[in-house]
């Protein structure tokens, strides 16, 4: 992902509207990158500072920076939840595949022999 990709998604990701896969770049792109990771941490604080104006500056951006965070670390959780269950899903109908093999086998084999 290029940088103005990136800034161009960082709305989208702050409104949870990016698809896994677009998250997944974005998170990579987020942990490579300092400046686009300034870029993100400074629009959410606009963001969110729009919205709560009646707290002291230097609390609220201590603050601001950990709520990113965390919205970065469950971003991050909730990836690994979803890569691992690609992972069983793709290999539970592996398995049923082959067991279904297996079956048709066995029975190919009672009919010709009896
Ligand atoms: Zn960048």
Do not use: P
């Amino acid at each position: 992902m290029r940088c103005l990709e990136f800034q161009q998604q960082i709305n989208d990701f702050l409104d949870d509207r990016l698809t896994i896969g677009q998250a997944g770049d974005f998170m990579e792109h987020a942990d490579s990158c300092h400046e686009c990771m300034e870029e993100l941490e400074l629009r959410y604080m606009i963001r969110v500072g729009i919205l709560e104006q009646n707290r002291d500056d230097r609390e609220m951006s201590y603050d601001y920076s950990q709520q990113l965070n965390r919205i970065l670390e469950r971003t991050r959780k909730d990836l690994r939840v979803r890569y691992l269950c690609r992972i069983v899903k793709y290999s539970v109908s592996t398995m049923a595949f082959w067991a279904a093999l297996a079956l048709i086998l066995v029975q190919m084999r009672v009919w010709l022999i009896g």
